[in-house]
């Protein structure tokens, strides 16, 4: 069995609710991921995702266009039950929190890497031809 511990990314980019759209564009681009996660201080307060900046214009913050709905997770979480809890949800990421901080980020993407990796190990030689 899968734990979040196991697939997370340690240590996630975080930005400011005030933050401009480009500089979430810059971080995001600059880190090479999908999602960041919109703090007040040490406090979650949303998420924002690639897909929420297109087409918005510059002027904007972080704040008009982040999602408020942030999955969190543990890392004794198990894969199976964080893939529950994204499912249906716009956006493919929850926050990993350790005694109430935030110590990583777990994605949709990492979820299917994990069972990817599994399949393979599992399949019965014939199928992975």
Known sequence: MAYVRDLMSLGAVTVSPAASLDEARAKLHAHRI??????????????????????????????EVMSRDVVTVVPTDTARSVASRLLGRTHGCAAVLERDELAGVLTTTDLLRAISAHATETAPAQARR
């Open 34 to 63: 999908h999602h960041l996660i919109v703090v007040d201080g040490r406090q979650i307060v949303g998420v924002v995702s690639y897909r929420d900046l297109i087409g918005k214009g510059d002027e904007l913050a972080v704040r």
